[in-house]
């Protein structure tokens, strides 16, 4: 759930009013700044800390705001800020574990416009895009679509299509991805790093599709969470490291943890099934029912093969909830 740290990238080029058939200084009125705090032992607090700031995009005349919700996950208290200098209160509403989305209500008129939601299934390899965090045209990037593709998370996350855009931008938790139309097709969540054909590196954003919020937009404000059994969960951190799934972190008095499981373990099968590459494994985890279940693993620790049982939980169960209804 922490973020990389690959390099800014160079240079990177702003957009221009002209350039754009929607009112640009409008669009980008709509991304806010978010700053949270978040309780000393909250089960995030080791891993994404204690205070958070990123942003956010207006989506509701109302003063509904989505963000990624590594940001406002277990906070205790939320300020918005607009490019008009407002500053005020926000109240979580909601956040989505299966897409990383998360939903803040301003307790107060901010005079921000919204954005529209637009399309993110029609876009295509190759379509230019602005990538735009709070702070007007300073703080707004020209982008391309660069791929569309699975992504896998080390923290029991995946995403069957991501959105991949370079040049990267550089403050990319919350960011807007904004379509030609002046319409929010995605948010920012993690800069990665690429590796061109002649092996140059270079850093580009993941984006989370706003097509994923769509379907559960309404779930979310009214129950805070999606209206589904919950994926089990187990509370353990996965890195794969020369094709093995190695155990790097597991949360305290969390299922992994009640269980034995413990850093260095490398996961070779989930129910009997050898599994393979983060995807595999966490949806092979997913696959055996809902949370509260028992998944069956079987390690390899010191060289010796032994198995596990892990009675999973509905991972929201673990997190401080103060401020979400």
């Given at each position: 759930?922490?973020q990389?740290?690959?390099?800014?990238?160079?240079?990177p080029?702003?957009?221009?009013?002209?350039?754009?058939?929607?009112?640009?200084?409008?669009a980008?009125?709509?991304?806010?700044?978010?700053r949270?705090?978040?309780p000393?032992?909250?089960?995030?607090?080791s891993v994404?800390?204690?205070?958070?700031a990123?942003?956010?995009?207006v989506?509701?005349?109302?003063?509904?705001?989505?963000?990624?919700?590594?940001?406002?996950?277990?906070?205790?208290?939320?300020?918005?800020?607009?490019n008009?200098?407002?500053?005020v209160?926000?109240?979580v509403?909601?956040?989505d574990?299966?897409?990383?989305?998360?939903?803040?209500?301003?307790?107060?008129?901010m005079?921000?416009?919204?954005?529209?939601?637009?399309?993110?299934?029609?876009?295509?390899?190759?379509d230019?895009?602005?990538?735009?965090g709070?702070?007007?045209?300073?703080?707004?990037?020209?982008?391309v679509?660069?791929?569309?593709?699975e992504?896998?998370?080390?923290?029991?996350?995946v995403l069957?299509?991501?959105?991949?855009?370079?040049?990267?931008?550089?403050?990319?938790?919350?960011?807007?991805?904004?379509?030609?139309?002046?319409k929010?097709?995605g948010?920012?969540?993690?800069?990665?790093?690429?590796?061109?054909e002649?092996?140059e590196?270079?850093?580009?954003?993941?984006?989370i599709p706003?097509d994923?919020?769509?379907?559960v937009?309404?779930e979310?404000?009214?129950?805070g969470?999606?209206?589904?059994?919950?994926?089990?969960?187990?509370?353990?951190l996965?890195?794969?490291?020369?094709?093995?799934l190695?155990?790097?972190?597991v949360?305290?008095?969390?299922?992994?943890?009640?269980?034995?499981l413990?850093?260095?373990?490398?996961?070779?099968?989930?129910?009997?099934?050898p599994?393979?590459?983060?995807a595999?494994?966490?949806?092979?985890?997913?696959?055996?029912?809902?949370?509260?279940v028992?998944v069956p693993?079987?390690?390899?620790?010191?060289?010796e093969s032994?198995?596990?049982?892990?009675?999973?939980?509905?991972r929201?169960?673990?997190?401080?909830?103060?401020?979400?209804?």
């Open positions: 759930m922490s990389p740290t690959d390099p800014e990238p160079e240079n080029v702003r957009p221009v009013s002209e350039d754009c058939a929607f009112d640009l200084t409008a980008l009125d709509c991304v806010v700044s978010l949270s705090q978040i000393e032992d909250a089960l995030t607090a994404l800390g204690t205070e958070r990123g942003h956010g995009v989506i509701g005349e109302d003063g509904l705001v989505v963000t990624i919700g590594y940001l406002i996950t277990e906070a205790e208290s939320l300020w918005i800020t607009t008009g200098g407002v500053t209160p926000g109240h509403v909601g956040y574990q299966e897409t990383g989305f998360g939903l803040v209500q301003a307790l107060q008129p005079g921000s416009p919204s954005m529209a939601l637009g399309d993110s299934t029609a876009l295509e390899v190759g230019e895009l602005i990538a735009a709070h702070g007007g045209l300073d703080q707004s990037i020209k982008t679509l660069i791929a569309k593709r992504f896998a998370g080390y923290w029991e996350y069957d299509e991501a959105l991949f855009t370079a040049p990267a931008h550089p403050n990319w938790g919350g960011a807007a991805l904004i379509d030609e139309d002046g929010l097709v948010i920012g969540s993690l800069l990665v790093q690429q590796i061109g002649s092996g590196q270079s850093g580009a954003n993941m984006i706003i994923l919020l769509k379907p937009l309404d979310l404000r009214m129950y969470t999606r209206n589904a059994p919950a994926r089990p969960w187990l509370g353990f996965v890195q794969e490291v020369s094709h093995h190695v155990v790097s972190g949360y305290d008095e969390c299922p992994a943890d009640n269980a034995g413990q850093v260095g373990d490398v996961i070779r099968e989930v129910d009997g099934d599994v393979s590459g983060l595999n494994l966490f949806r092979r985890i997913w696959s055996t029912g809902e949370a509260g028992e693993l079987t390690i390899i620790r010191n060289r032994i198995s596990l049982s892990v009675r999973s939980t509905d929201n169960l673990c997190l401080k909830s103060a401020n979400i209804h």
